[in-house]
Each structure stands twice: as structure tokens, then as C-alpha cells.
């Protein structure tokens, strides 16, 4: 019975290669001189700190910018609210949301079951989804539907097997 997965992973080095390249352009910028204006990566969040909140936005820019480039999806970036910091400096924090939680399995499954096809099962292993189905072309044209439609977290398919 042909099958395969559904996952949600981040590639951990292009997002610190990421994170490094928006620091440097950081420093170097003009428009970032005597800002003090940061970026770094935490344990599963990128934390950044600026002047000001257009500041911070423009961060947020330099950042997206460097990751789009490394090919690494937008949606992986959950960002928090802007907090004001000592100083009169703002931050906020951006976790990187890796596998796919209970709700968007649920989310994924009653799509999965909405498409109407024969022979179509998927469960949850972990923080992916196994589907399987009598039929490879069925199997190929559920992985078309996810791809068209947006979950909010980017999702890859692997380990399809006949």
C-alpha cells in the first residue's frame, strides 16, 4: 500500500546563516548606525531589539529578506508582540515553529477526508502525518491539494513508497 509523509521542518543552519548575514548587514548600514539595533538566534527564536519600532520593523525586513534568499519558508517565523525595553528600546521575538501540532494535524486530516477520495487514511505519528491509499494517483493528487492550500506552517512530503 503506497504511502507517505507529511512533515513540517526547518533546516536549523540556512536560519542560523540567516541570522548571521542580517546581523552583519546590520552593523554595516547606515541607516542602523547608533540604533542599537540586534538580532540573534536563541533556542528556537530569534530575539531583536532597535530604537524604534520603525527600526525594528526595517529589522524584520533585513531579516526576512536573508531568509527568503536561503529559501527558508516565512511561515517557520511566528512573531510575538513589540515589548518596550530599558532605555526606551523596543524588542520582540520570533519563534520558529518546527512539526505540526495536534490542532493542524486535526486540520489536516478533516481536509485530507474532505477531498473525497477512495482508500485515502492518514494518521498522526509524532509531529507528522502518515497518509496511504489503494492508489499512487490518489496519493499524488492530496499532495497537489495541500500544496495549493495554506496552513500556515510550510509543509514538505517525504518518503513516498509504493
Known amino acids: 500500500m503506497p504511502t507517505f509523509d507529511v512533515v513540517s521542518e526547518i533546516d536549523e543552519q540556512e536560519v542560523r546563516n540567516a541570522v548571521d548575514q ?89 481536509f485530507i477526508k474532505g477531498l473525497g477520495l477512495k482508500g485515502i487514511q492518514s494518521s498522526t505519528q509524532g509531529d507528522q502525518l502518515r497518509v496511504s491509499g489503494k492508489k499512487r494517483d490518489h496519493l499524488q493528487e492530496v499532495i497537489a491539494k495541500l500544496k495549493e492550500e495554506d496552513f500556515g506552517l510550510p509543509l514538505q512530503f517525504n518518503n513516498f513508497r509504493d
Open 22 to 110: 542580517a546581523a552583519r548587514e546590520v552593523a554595516q548600514r547606515f541607516d542602523f548606525k547608533n540604533t542599537n539595533s540586534s538580532i540573534e538566534l536563541g533556542d528556537g527564536a530569534i530575539a531583536m531589539a532597535s530604537l524604534s519600532e520603525d527600526r525594528l520593523a526595517a529589522l524584520r525586513q533585513v531579516l526576512e529578506e536573508k531568509l527568503v534568499k536561503r529559501k527558508v519558508s516565512l511561515k517557520v517565523l511566528d512573531y510575538g508582540v513589540v515589548e518596550p525595553a530599558s532605555g526606551g528600546t523596543v524588542r520582540q521575538t520570533a519563534t520558529l515553529q518546527a512539526g505540526i501540532n495536534a490542532d493542524k494535524a486535526r486540520e489536516l486530516h478533516k
